[in-house]
């Protein structure tokens, strides 16, 4: 069984580009998230989807980012424009969804962002 | 707001010897779920072994196991029998039902020959 898949693996723009990064997510799986994870420490989310609705993105800067899942299989992330600030490895995560205790979240190898 | 605090930013062990990482964590909850998730350099976080607060057994993964102190909001990883493949940063990490995980600050596990 295939893993949640993210591309690219690395990218490196230089401040106020735009960038997306994408990610396809564990065959099945209905939740989708988006995490940043800065050096050295650990990831935060971004958004949390359910199928195609966003049920958690209280902590994503509407301003610059945003995000879709259009049909509640894959999703991209895009940053316009990105600021120094921005520089981190973006990660991606699916789960069966639900409640239960088995909902564990499965990860992407992230893609790592340089803004300069 | 739920957190989670590991206390030890790097740790090292010789191989083939046992390690224990701390973690803890604070909240109001009575039923939520406890990880711990491995980070290699190539980034991938993986999961190492999961917890439901309900049960008193402590998770047991192969050479992996955690001590679980639910009235003291504690939850330790135990590496037994450390290999060169053990080494990467883990991370702890903390849900109830339906929320977000949160992630502690990370452990750098070395492991020495």
């Known amino acids: 069984e295939a893993g949640v898949v993210q591309s690219p693996r690395y990218k490196i723009i230089e401040k106020k580009q735009p960038v997306a990064f994408w990610c396809n997510p564990i065959s099945g799986h209905n939740t989708l998230y988006w995490y940043r994870q800065n050096l050295g420490q650990g990831p935060e989310l971004l958004i949390r989807?359910?199928?195609?609705?966003?049920?958690?993105d209280s902590q994503l800067p509407k301003d610059r980012f945003s995000a879709e899942r259009l049909k509640g299989v894959d999703s991209t992330l895009k940053i316009q424009p990105a600021e120094l600030g921005d520089s981190a490895v973006y990660l991606c995560a699916s789960s069966p969804g639900g409640r239960q205790s088995t909902d564990t979240q499965y990860f992407g190898p992230g893609t790592r962002l340089t803004v300069l | 707001a739920q957190t989670v605090t590991q206390s030890q930013p790097e740790m090292s062990v010789q191989e083939a010897e046992t390690v224990t990482l701390s973690c803890t964590y604070d909240t109001s909850e009575s039923d939520y779920y406890l990880f711990w998730y491995k980070q290699p350099p190539s980034r991938q976080m993986i999961l190492v072994i999961r917890?439901?607060?309900?049960?008193?057994q402590n998770a047991t993964e192969n050479r992996f196991s955690v001590n679980f102190q639910k009235a003291a909001k504690s939850f330790s990883l135990k590496i037994s029998d450390s290999q060169l493949g053990d080494a990467a940063m883990y991370f702890c990490?903390?849900?109830?039902?339906?929320?977000?995980?949160?992630f502690g600050e990370g452990t750098q596990l070395t492991v020495n020959p």
């Open positions: 989807y359910e199928n195609e609705e966003a049920v958690d």
């Open positions: 917890q439901e607060a309900y049960k008193q």
């Open positions: 990490a903390y849900r109830t039902s339906g929320s977000r995980l949160t």
